[in-house]
């Protein structure tokens, strides 16, 4: 194991220690958020900046409070590619709306900030169901929000990581978002 790996491991088990001794959401957020910035290795993976570095829920609490500290649920950007998905809409959604009519949970940015997890995956040589975790519930979620069940039955079977899925249903997000608006308006 490299010391890489072992700082991660470091902040994963103060964040679950944060969590079970029911410590404060400022203090579990921030514990987060270095979790996460120490993953990306202290860069937006967008591009590539080493300053002003947030980390960005890629799920918002707002459409799925239970992602909240989850480790695929979160990718480090630097304050301007931060900015962009807040500007449109940062609000609470509609429900009753498709996910991105009110432009708060741009699927394509989901898509985008997925495939930029697996690409510093690969490149760091982390583990993905390791920092990249993603729990059954959440990915249970973008199944429904999707309908890929059988991403998540390949991921249960193994074929697939958790975080693959992820980005799998979400790369085809628009498509299926579009045919689901269509039936809505034909039926």
Not at 43 to 68: D, N, Q, S, T, V
Not at 87 to 98: E, H, I, K, L
């Amino acid at each position: 194991m490299d010391c890489v790996q072992l700082e991660l491991m470091e902040k994963q088990l103060s964040l679950v220690q944060a969590l079970q001794r029911r410590r404060s959401e400022r203090w579990c957020l921030t514990l987060w958020g270095r979790y996460i910035k120490a993953r990306d290795g202290r860069r937006c993976l967008i591009c590539g900046a080493g300053e002003r570095l947030h980390a960005h829920h890629i799920f918002r609490r707002a459409l799925y409070p239970h992602g909240w500290y989850q480790p695929g649920n979160g990718i480090t950007l630097c304050h301007e590619c931060h900015e962009r998905p807040h500007a449109v809409f940062n609000g609470r959604p509609d429900f009753n709306q498709p996910v991105d009519a009110q432009g708060g949970d741009d699927l394509d940015n989901v898509a985008c900030y997925f495939q930029c997890l697996l690409a510093a995956a690969r490149a760091r040589r982390l583990g993905h169901d390791d920092f990249y975790f993603i729990e059954d519930h959440m990915l249970q979620f973008i199944v429904s929000l999707q309908g890929y069940g059988h991403l998540y039955d390949a991921m249960q079977q193994g074929k697939i990581s958790r975080l693959q899925m992820a980005y799998q249903a979400m790369r085809g997000a628009p498509e299926v978002v579009y045919r689901r608006l269509f039936e809505a308006i034909f039926s």
